[in-house]
Antibody, heavy 126, light 107 residues
Framework: QVQLVQSGAEVKKPGASVKVSCKASGYTSPNYGISWVRQAPGQGLEWMGWISAYNGNTKYTEKLQGRVTMTTDKSTSTAYLELRSLRSDDTATYYC???????????????????WGQGTLVTVSS | DIQLTQSPSFLSASVADRVTITCRASQDISNYLAWYQQKPGKAPKLLIYAASTLQNGVPSRFSGSGSGTEFTLTISGLQPEDFATYYCQQLNTYPLTFGGGTKVEIK
């Protein structure tokens, strides 16, 4: 079955960087990509960006531009999220999720996020 | 950014109840809306996409409707495993955004 398995919890100091991995299995189509979503403790969901499995294109939320990089390793079907210059408000559970997009009239939209990885807790504390 | 306002934010209901959750968008998002269920300590799970299309494997007691700026998620006959937090998500405009969530608890 389709599955996304993420790396384990991390504890980082303010100003450091973190890299979270997300290994995909159970599908091979390049029509899917990986998106990243985070959730601060007790809070709602925040979309961070996506990376296309087809061509490696990325799109990030403006809020994180300059601090975030999403990459993929096709040889291992693994996606990576790197977040730099960590602050205390980056403390959150980070999720990867597979997405499918569709295009109509030259305009493309993501249709859904499914499935999601199990989440990786990143704690930023001095 | 497009704001999604879910109501209510908290809902107390009994097994077998019919439950309706509303998601209002600050701008027209056509039908680019998805609904997710999240249980404590778990990742969200896709229930509905394109406002009204039920994801494979999701029980038919879940249904979605709406377009433009107003959407609803209905659970017809609440089951014990349905007690969770539900989120809507708009996929029309970047940045993609989520509603604040609706927590469904046992009465």
């Amino acid at each position: 079955q389709v599955q996304l398995v993420q790396s384990g919890a991390e504890v980082k100091k303010p100003g450091a960087s973190v890299k979270v991995s997300c290994k995909a299995s159970g599908y091979t189509s390049p029509n899917y990509g990986i998106s990243w979503v985070r959730q601060a403790p007790g809070q709602g969901l925040e979309w961070m960006g996506w990376i296309s499995a087809y061509n490696g294109n990325t799109k990030y939320t403006e809020k994180l531009q300059g601090r975030v990089t999403m990459t993929t390793d096709k040889s291992t079907s693994t996606a990576y999220l790197e977040l730099r210059s960590l602050r205390s408000d980056d403390t959150a559970t980070y999720y990867c999720a597979r997405y499918e997009s569709g295009c109509s009239g030259g305009i493309c939209h993501i249709k859904w996020f499914d499935p999601w990885g199990q989440g990786t807790l990143v704690t930023v504390s001095s | 950014d497009i704001q999604l306002t879910q109501s209510p934010s908290f809902l107390s209901a009994s097994v077998a109840d019919r439950v309706t959750i509303t998601c209002r968008a600050s701008q027209d998002i056509s039908n680019y809306l998805a609904w997710y269920q999240q249980k404590p300590g778990k990742a969200p799970k896709l229930l509905i996409y394109a406002a009204s299309t039920l994801q494979n494997g999701v029980p038919s007691r879940f249904s979605g409707s709406g377009s433009g700026t107003e959407f609803t998620l209905t659970i017809s006959g609440l089951q014990p495993e349905d007690f969770a937090t539900y989120y809507c998500q708009q996929l029309n405009t970047y940045p993609l955004t989520f509603g604040g969530g609706t927590k469904v608890e046992i009465k």
